[in-house]
């Protein structure tokens, strides 16, 4: 597990832990501690990076656009 952080579109910063990631459905839902949990929608977020996440056996462990990633596999910005 990486720390993600989503950085809302009114400044608000939330770190945690992905804990479901929902494409589809727009949101993820965080752990962000102490078995809180926080569901961040998409639409409401200026940037969600998961820092040093390993995305491919055979690139190193780079930071992840987790919103470039949701439009990839399938959400359609709403």
């Not at 501690?33 to 990076?49: C, H, L, P, T, Y």
Request: proline share 3%; with cysteine.
């Amino acid at each position: 597990m990486h720390l993600t952080t989503a950085v809302m579109n009114d400044g608000k910063k939330i770190s945690g832990f992905i804990k479901r990631f929902r494409p589809k459905d727009g949101h993820l839902i965080m752990e962000t501690g102490m078995g809180d949990e926080q569901k961040v929608m998409f639409r409401d977020a200026k940037s969600i990076i998961t820092e040093d996440e390993r995305v491919s056996v055979k690139r190193p462990c780079m930071d992840e656009d987790e919103l470039k990633r949701a439009r990839e596999l399938g959400w359609n910005g709403d």
